[in-house]
C-alpha cells in the first residue's frame, strides 16, 4: 500500500497514526519531494470513482493564490491533471493506494471501511 502524504499536514499524521495503530503496512511518499506525476494521477482518479475536483487541495495557499476556485471549471481535465503533477502541494492528501482502493482524504470510518478494520 502507498501512503501519499505532507509529512507537517495534521491530517496526514492522523492518518498515518491511524495506519500505524492498526498495523497496517505501507510505504510513504512525500508528495512535496515526489510529486504525482499525470500518469499516476490519471489512474488514481479512474480507481477512485472520484470528480477530479476532489483531488485538489481546496484549502491550500496554492490552491488560493491560484484562485483555482474559478479556473478549474474552465479547465480541460488534461490542465486540470497537468495542474496538479506541476505542484505536489495542489494535490488533496494523505492519499492511500492500494491493490482495489484509492482513498483520497482521511475519512477514518471509510479508511476502516475499505482496509476491513
Known sequence: MQ???YPKCTTCQ???KWLEENDILFDERHIKENNPTVEELRA???QSNLPLKKFFNTS???YKALQL?????TMSEN???EL???DGMLVKRPILIGDDFVLVGFKEADWAAALGK
Open 3 to 5: 501512503f501519499i502524504c
Open 84 to 86: 496538479l503533477a506541476s
Open 44 to 46: 488514481w482518479h479512474k
Open 60 to 62: 491550500g495557499l496554492q
Open 79 to 81: 490542465e486540470q491533471y
Open 14 to 16: 492522523k492518518a498515518k
Open 69 to 73: 476556485k474559478d479556473k478549474l471549471p
